[in-house]
């Protein structure tokens, strides 16, 4: 039995029972037969109390739950400390706005309330980034102590990082993790993980091995301790696109998104988001190489043009080695002659060297 059919049964028995009464009442006052407006106004009571029960109990707590869900844990304490400050002001208000004449001394106080409770959270929710910058800031954490193991993930507490599905699929965010250069609390929302399931559900062989990766990952990322992860059941209401509801979240949140989805990074930045694009950061990291440098590669197979040969530096840059096919499966060093930023990456074309 849910709780919903059982508030009706209690609003049904409730409401039956104040119709009986009120029609015993009507019957006395109006010389009517009590018995028969009894049994009336009794049904009358358990219809409504059957059909109204919910309006008043469940479903005002669901609505109540799912606005909560969909507010971060910062944006709640701002709330909570600004409505204790508007209360206290409105308390030492109190006493003085209670010396006022009639009728000014009674309603004051209460407006008092009312204002100084609304203008409290709208300032703290409003400025709540400032005050939990000031919070961190003058919490100790600036004072130098022994850093422990693991210890990088409390380094900023409040700070979340969303991830989507396209960055927990490619499985480099585990290695990035490990390193400890994100800061705070990797959150995965349910509705990315329903989606993985889906994935790692399909009938296609290559989408089903791409899906369980990237539970395989979360299972990972769960078990380092360097940056903690979290799963949360925030959903956005309006919203069917995983990337729609993940740009939603953000803004909401006030955090970044972690991807390596072009398309998504695009809409982000359109709405301004702040986006951690993985492609972006191995590109950057990439070892730097200028013409007239020489490098040792090995040739692995031969290029499009005739007698070029091709080979890869360890972080899989490609490098086009002119005259180099008759040195397949060799190592040679050669010069750098010039570099190629792509749109798929960076490309590095070389002249064979003196050995």
């Not at 800031?137 to 396209?166: F, I």
């Not at 399931?197 to 296609?204: M, N």
């Not at 990952?217 to 956005?236: F, N, W, Y």
Request: a neutral charge; hydrophobic letters at 50%.
């Amino acid at each position: 039995m849910s709780i919903e059919f059982f508030f009706r049964l209690v609003g049904m028995v409730v409401f039956a029972i104040l119709g009986v009464y009120f029609g015993i009442y009507l019957g006395e006052q109006t010389g009517a037969a009590r018995e028969v407006s009894a049994i009336l106004f009794g049904l009358v009571g358990a219809l409504v109390g059957l059909i109204l029960t919910p309006y008043m109990t469940t479903r005002p707590m669901r609505a109540v739950r799912k606005v909560l869900l969909n507010v971060s844990a910062q944006t709640l304490a701002a709330g909570l400390s600004g409505l204790v400050a508007g209360l206290i002001i409105a308390a030492l208000l109190t006493f003085p706005l209670s010396l006022l004449p009639a009728p000014l001394g009674k309603l004051l106080p209460f407006l008092g309330v009312l204002v100084f409770s609304y203008f409290g959270i709208a300032v703290f929710v409003m400025r709540q980034n400032d005050l939990f910058g000031l919070v961190r800031q003058y919490s100790g954490r600036d004072v130098e102590e022994p850093v422990q193991p693991g210890a990088a993930a409390q380094a900023s507490p409040g700070r979340s990082v969303l991830l989507d599905t396209s960055v927990i699929i490619d499985g480099r965010i585990t290695d990035i993790a490990r390193t400890g250069f994100i800061p705070g609390t990797l959150m995965i929302p349910r509705f990315v993980l329903n989606e993985l399931q889906y994935i790692a559900d399909s009938s296609d062989s290559l989408r089903r091995q791409r899906g369980r990766r990237g539970i395989e990952v979360i299972a990972q990322l769960q078990k380092e301790a360097t940056v903690p992860v979290r799963i949360s059941d925030m959903d956005v209401e309006g919203m069917r696109g995983v990337d729609d509801k993940l740009v939603v979240l953000a803004r909401q949140l006030r955090c970044p998104i972690l991807t390596n989805d072009y398309n998504l990074n695009r809409i982000a930045d359109l709405q301004g988001v702040t986006v951690l694009n993985v492609n972006e950061l191995a590109n950057a990291v990439k070892q730097v190489f200028l013409p007239g440098e020489s490098i040792a590669i090995t040739v692995i197979q031969e290029g499009r043009e005739v007698g070029q040969g091709v080979g890869y530096l360890d972080d899989g840059t490609m490098v086009v080695v002119e005259d180099g096919r008759g040195y397949l499966d060799k190592e040679v060093n050669v010069t750098v002659t010039k570099v190629l930023q792509t749109a798929a990456g960076r490309m590095i074309f070389a002249r064979m060297g003196k050995d």
